[in-house]
């Protein structure tokens, strides 16, 4: 048995290095690693120390900054800032409407069309969005969960009509459809009707484009909606094993799907907290697949994330401060080996944010790439006997969330997490969590700058904001209006018609049926709509 | 102010449009009901029309809007227009992301108040009660 160092000194030996002086700024000589001889090491199982034996002296982190707003023009024209400014990844944020599977004509859409992201109706949008880009150079990420097969297909249908075919396309699709129910709440089908979707989208990824991530498992959203960092932490990594556990119903070997898993976290501002659950992340994942799933190639045991600072710790009280809050919790998901990473704009508790606060958020990663030296060292904090502490701690809370879901699910995590969601288990953690958490601030336990304390400033004029005019409202209906003058309205119906049929049988893949009906310019809504018409639409019932 | 004096109010909490983020309502709901107001929650999804219809069944004070995904604007008016259009005449108070130059055309609109990120629970609990006491500031 050869021992961790060696396991890593092979590994690492195997990696191509970046071009730099890994010394601190006296010339002090760094190591790549530090630890004992028989210790945890990077890149070697269970990988709580990277998933990676060289981490970020190979490659650093992707800065990939989320965008979109307006029309599909406008949010090119973002794309391609941020590709010029040095981003290397593109995020695409989706308005409500699209997130929702509605049109933009939609009568619930009203006011909403363009406003928290790029609208999407047909094939002409995505047409627009993705021009003069070159989508097999880059990869792409879309933030999108109940329509994700549908916007899927659209963008498969877009790459293959620009000449790039689907298996040089890279990127992430959201469709994390589990946490919809649990905190993000943007759900249309009934849970197990959603689940099909998933199984489709991951086979059909599976089959067709090895480069595409076909889930990105997301506990961003339920800390977001008041989780605590443990429960982010287990209803994610639960979340992960119950897709492990459909994608094997459907007869995927686990290890020809888990390595396109890629995970999602929070870099909330309790910084050792987070860097604690991002280690414990990679342990828990990495046992599990291995003893509970059989996996045995270790990409399917490497867990990857992307991290996104916390939207909630944002204050609308002396903004510029959130830059602050910002870097330092982008800071934390860099110590604890993130793979990608959003940072907020300062302006995001008031509106959508400026071009000039997004740029101030980019070169805040930055300034942590490039001039801080922490990328020189992987999993630094690895040894801290606080740090240490406190990621055993974060996975044995982890473990007991995990014996709970898997008694609800009667031995199946898939089981489990459904039944959660039926039952408002998960729910209700998130919102009793989130209130005990403003009762804390509200006792005046928890600090604020700038709004339980250090006020002065807060009088000063606030900085100018985001304006999204309803102008591209109008000009989006206008749009969609003329797309659907001009296409051919039997090859829809046709469409349409084939992808109800393949809908009623759960043993069809339906993305093939999506592609068709994209390329004829079928509209979001009308996909959507005919697999309510089969599938049914789920509804909450509301608790406080 | 203590708990009994707002045991006579009623307040109905709405999720309008399309936005799904439920935090901020679910906190506020219960940090009201904490103080002693009766809480009713309508759920996601709802339309003015809905909003409207569920405050005058319920016959209540106040209607509280959660609104964070900047629909506010065109939303938030159209509750007060078919909460008035039943002849009714009940006060809007929207919490949320609202940027402040919309602050005075939402006034304008008939908003009663406005609250931001970071307001405190007595805050709402203020607000929610000047606005059932037509004392809110135009």
Redesign the interface.
């Known amino acids: 048995m050869t021992n961790p160092r060696e396991l890593w000194q092979e590994a690492f030996d195997a990696s191509s290095i970046r071009n730099d002086k890994f010394q601190t700024m006296s010339g002090i000589p760094l190591e790549p690693i530090y630890g004992p001889e028989d210790g945890e090491f990077p890149g070697v199982y269970p990988y709580t120390r990277g998933p990676y034996a060289s981490m970020y002296r190979s490659k650093l982190w992707t800065m990939r900054l989320f965008a979109g707003f307006g029309t599909a023009i406008d949010t090119n024209q973002r794309f391609k800032d941020i590709l010029k400014s040095g981003g290397d990844g593109l995020s695409t944020a989706f308005d409500?409407?699209t997130?929702?599977g509605?049109d933009s004509d939609d009568?619930?859409?009203?006011?909403?069309v363009g406003?928290?992201g790029v609208a999407i109706d047909t094939l002409a949008d995505m047409r627009d969005l993705f021009a003069d880009i070159d989508l097999g150079g880059i990869t792409t990420s879309m933030t999108i969960n109940s329509p994700a097969a549908v916007l899927l297909a659209m963008f498969v249908a877009q790459a293959e009509n620009a000449g790039v075919p689907r298996v040089k396309l890279g990127g992430t699709l959201q469709n994390d459809i589990l946490k919809?129910y649990q905190a993000?709440?943007?759900f249309v089908f009934p849970p197990r009707q959603s689940m099909r979707l998933v199984r489709d989208t991951v086979a059909f990824t599976a089959a067709e484009m090895p480069r595409w991530n076909s889930i990105s498992i997301s506990g961003y959203h339920i800390r977001?909606?008041?989780s605590t960092a443990a429960e982010e932490l287990a209803f994610t990594l639960a979340n992960g094993f119950a897709y492990v556990e459909l994608a094997r119903q459907a007869g995927l070997p686990v290890d020809a799907f888990a390595p396109r898993l890629s995970f999602f976290f929070n870099a909330h501002i309790d910084f050792f907290e987070e860097i604690a659950k991002y280690r414990a992340a990679r342990r828990i994942w990495a046992r599990w697949l291995s003893k509970r799933y059989g996996a045995t190639s270790e990409r399917s045991m490497q867990l990857r994330f992307h991290t996104q600072t916390a939207g909630?710790s944002?204050?609308?009280?002396q903004p510029e401060v959130n830059i602050v809050r910002t870097a330092i919790e982008a800071l934390a998901g860099v110590l604890g080996g993130t793979q990608s990473l959003h940072t907020n704009s300062m302006d995001e508790?008031?509106?959508?944010p400026t071009e000039r606060s997004a740029r101030i958020a980019l070169r805040t990663q930055q300034v942590i790439a490039h001039e801080t030296n922490v990328t020189h060292v992987a999993d630094p904090l690895g040894g801290s006997y606080y740090v240490e502490a406190l990621t055993d701690q974060m996975e044995q809370m982890a473990e007991e969330i995990f014996a709970k879901i898997d008694e609800m699910g009667g031995g199946s995590m898939l089981e489990g997490c459904i039944v959660g969601i039926d039952e408002n288990w998960f729910q209700g953690r998130?919102?009793d969590s989130?209130?005990e958490l403003?009762?804390a601030?509200?006792r005046g336990e928890r600090t604020?700058v700038g709004?339980?304390k250090f006020l002065e400033g807060n009088e000063e004029d606030?900085m100018e904001?985001l304006?999204?005019t309803?102008a591209d409202e109008q000009k989006q209906r206008q749009r969609l209006a003329s797309v659907k003058q001009d296409r051919n309205e039997s090859a829809v119906l046709d469409a349409l018609d084939r992808l109800a049929k393949d809908a009623v049988d759960p043993e069809v893949n339906l993305m093939p049926a999506l592609v068709d009906a994209s390329q004829v310019y079928a509209t979001v809504g009308e996909m959507m709509n005919t697999m309510a018409g089969v599938f049914g639409r789920h509804i909450?019932?509301?608790?406080? | 102010m203590t708990t009994s004096d707002n045991q006579s109010l009623r307040v109905l909490v709405a999720k309008v449009g399309l936005d799904g983020h439920d935090r901020g309502v679910k906190v506020v709901a219960r940090l009201l009901r904490d103080a002693g107001i009766e809480v009713i929650y309508t759920g996601l999804f709802q339309t003015p029309e809905t909003v409207a219809a569920a405050a005058v069944d319920e016959d209540v004070d106040v209607v509280g809007l959660s609104m964070l995904s900047g629909a506010h604007m065109t939303l938030a008016p159209l509750v007060v227009q078919a909460i008035r259009a039943r002849g009714a005449d009940i006060p809007v108070v929207i919490g949320g992301i609202v940027p402040n130059h919309d602050l005075e055309e939402l006034k304008a609109a008939g908003i009663a108040e406005i609250l931001g990120p970071g307001a405190p629970a007595s805050e709402v609990v203020e607000a929610v009660r000047r606005a059932a006491a037509g004392t809110s500031k135009v």
């Not at chain 1, 508790?349 to 959508?352: D, F, R, S």
């Not at chain 1, 909450?540 to 406080?544: D, G, H, S």
């Open positions: 409500m409407p997130l929702m509605l009568p619930m859409s009203l006011g909403e406003r928290c919809e993000q709440k943007e977001e909606a008041g909630v944002l204050t609308a009280q508790a008031l509106a959508l998130i919102a989130a209130y403003e009762r601030f509200n604020i709004v339980s606030q904001t304006r999204i309803n909450e019932v509301p608790t406080i």
